[in-house]
Nanobody, 115 residues
Framework: QVQLVESGGGLVQPGGSLRLSCTAS????????MGWYRQAPGKQRELVAS???????NYVASAKGRFTISRDNAKKTVYLQMNSLKPEDTAVYYC?????????WGQGTQVTVSS
C-alpha cells in the first residue's frame, strides 16, 4: 500500500502563501486523479483541488484563483500552492486519490492563517 506524507504547512498571516507537498512511497503515475483535501475543526473533510494524470485541474469555488495544484509523477509528489490565504483556509490538509479506492490517509499538514 502506498503511503502518503504531507508537508509544508505552518502559521501564516492573512494574505500570505504556503506551498504544500504530498510525497508518496510508491508510484502515483497510474492514479488518474489526485487531490488535496482539508478538514477544519468541527467540519467534514472537503476536496479543495484535484489534478488528473494529464494535468487538468479543478478547484472548489473558494480556492479558485488563489490555489494551484500540480503533480510530478517522477518525484511521486503532488503540490498545492496557496496564495492570498484567508483565516477560513485554516485546516489540516491531506492528499489522496479522488476517484476509486482511497489510499491510507497520511497525518496531514496543519495550515493556520492568523494575524
Amino acid at each position: 500500500q502506498v503511503q502518503l506524507v504531507e508537508s509544508g504547512g505552518g502559521l501564516v498571516q492573512p494574505g500570505g502563501s504556503l506551498r504544500l507537498s504530498c510525497t508518496a512511497s510508491g508510484s502515483i503515475a497510474s492514479i488518474v486523479v489526485m487531490g488535496w483535501y482539508r478538514q477544519a475543526p468541527g467540519k467534514q473533510r472537503e476536496l479543495v483541488a484535484s489534478v488528473t494524470s494529464g494535468g487538468s485541474t479543478n478547484y472548489v469555488a473558494s480556492a479558485k484563483g488563489r490555489f494551484t495544484i500540480s503533480r510530478d509523477n517522477a518525484k511521486k509528489t503532488v503540490y498545492l500552492q496557496m496564495n492570498s490565504l484567508k483565516p477560513e483556509d485554516t485546516a489540516v490538509y491531506y492528499c489522496n486519490v479522488v476517484f476509486g479506492r482511497a489510499l491510507d490517509w497520511g497525518q496531514g499538514t496543519q495550515v493556520t492563517v492568523s494575524s
